[in-house]
C-alpha cells in the first residue's frame, strides 16, 4: 500500500531531485496519473454503493460528491426491488412528469440531472431503502501522512480506534490507517480528534497501551498496482529531461512496446475491467480476456 506521501517521495527519490519544484511537479503527475487511470475504465474497484432512506413524496436524491457515472438505482419495498428504466433526454423527461403529484412504492422511471438523481413516480411511503449504484472518481490527493500521538486502544474485531494526543478531525481524503498488527484499514469516518471507524474489523490482538501508527491519504487504485502512479511521472520526468532511452523503461506510451507503466496497466485491466473471472472472448487475431488483447495463441 502506498500513501500519496510514498508515491510522490518515490518519484523524488527516483528521480534523484529532491528539490521544491520537482517535489511539487512529481505531486501533479501522480495526481494527473491517478485521475486519468481512473477515467480510462468502468473499474472493478471503483464500483460503488450508497444506500437512502425514503420520505412521503420523495422525487430525488443528491448523488455523493465522489459520483462519476451513475450505474442504475433501485428501491426495495418489503421484499420487492424495483429497477426503473433511465430517461436521458430532459424534454422526454418534462413530458413525462409533468403531473409530479403521482406517487408510488413502484419506482418506474430516472433520471440524472446534474448532481441529482430523479425518478418518477414520487415515493409513496417512508422508511423505504433506495439503492444508488456508482462508478466513483479520483479526488486530488495533497495531504501527507500523519503520525502524531499514538493509538491506545483498538478491540480485536472492532471498529472504533482511540488515540491519544492525536488531531485527526483534521484529516480529509480517502484515508487509511497503519494499525500495529502490520495491516493498513481504510477509514470509514472520523467522529473527532481522538476517535475514527475503520471499513473492517480490526484483525490484530487487542491494544490498551499506546502504540504507533500512520495515516495516509491513499489512492483508489489497488494496492498491487499502485506503482503505476509513480512510474508514469518518472517516465514523464526524463522523457523531458531529453533522456528518451531511460524513459521508455518506465513509461513508452506504447502498449506495442510497453515499459514497466504499461505492462503493469496491462495486468490491471485483464484484473479489474470485468465483474466477472469469465469474460473471455475468442477470435482469430488472438485471445482477449475483456476488452484487452493478451499474447495470441
Not at 7 to 30: C, H, M, P, R
Not at 130 to 145: G, K, R, S
Not at 189 to 207: D, H, R
Not at 252 to 269: H, I, Q, T, V, Y
Request: net charge negative; proline share 4%.
Amino acid at each position: 500500500m502506498y500513501t500519496f506521501q510514498d508515491l510522490y517521495e518515490q518519484f523524488t527519490k527516483i528521480t534523484s531531485d529532491t528539490s521544491s519544484n520537482n517535489i511539487d511537479f512529481g505531486k501533479a503527475l501522480v495526481n494527473q496519473t491517478h485521475e486519468l487511470i481512473c477515467d480510462s475504465y468502468n473499474w472493478t474497484f471503483l464500483y460503488k454503493n450508497k444506500v437512502f432512506t425514503t420520505t412521503v413524496g420523495q422525487s430525488q436524491v443528491i448523488l455523493p460528491n465522489d459520483t462519476r457515472i451513475v450505474q442504475g438505482v433501485s428501491v426495495t419495498s418489503g421484499e420487492t426491488t424495483y429497477y426503473p428504466d433511465e430517461i436521458s433526454s430532459p424534454i422526454r423527461w418534462g413530458k413525462i412528469v409533468q403531473n409530479y403529484s403521482t406517487k408510488s412504492d413502484k419506482m418506474d422511471l430516472y433520471t440524472v440531472r446534474g448532481n441529482v438523481v430523479k425518478f418518477y413516480p414520487a415515493i409513496a411511503t417512508a422508511g423505504l431503502t433506495i439503492n444508488l449504484e456508482y462508478v466513483a472518481a479520483p479526488a486530488v490527493m495533497e495531504q501527507d501522512d500523519y503520525s502524531t500521538g499514538n493509538v491506545s486502544a483498538i478491540t480485536q474485531g472492532g471498529v472504533d480506534v482511540i488515540g491519544s494526543g492525536t488531531g485527526w478531525a483534521s484529516l480529509t481524503g480517502n484515508l487509511s490507517i497503519f494499525l500495529p498488527d502490520g495491516l493498513w484499514y481504510k477509514v470509514s469516518s472520523i467522529t473527532s480528534n481522538t476517535q475514527l471507524v475503520l471499513e473492517t474489523p480490526y484483525q490484530g490482538a487487542t491494544i490498551s497501551t499506546n502504540q504507533d501508527y500512520r495515516i495516509g491519504e491513499t489512492p483508489l487504485i489497488p494496492g498491487s498496482y499502485q506503482d503505476l502512479l509513480w512510474l508514469r511521472p518518472v517516465g514523464i520526468y526524463y522523457l523531458m529531461k531529453g533522456q528518451e532511452a531511460r524513459a521508455k523503461i518506465y513509461f513508452s506510451n506504447d502498449m506495442r512496446a510497453p515499459g514497466l507503466f504499461e505492462s503493469l496497466l496491462r495486468k490491471m485491466r485483464q484484473r479489474y475491467s470485468s465483474p466477472t473471472s469469465n469474460n473471455i472472448l475468442k477470435e482469430s487475431t488472438g485471445r482477449y480476456w475483456g476488452s484487452v488483447p493478451v499474447d495470441a495463441t
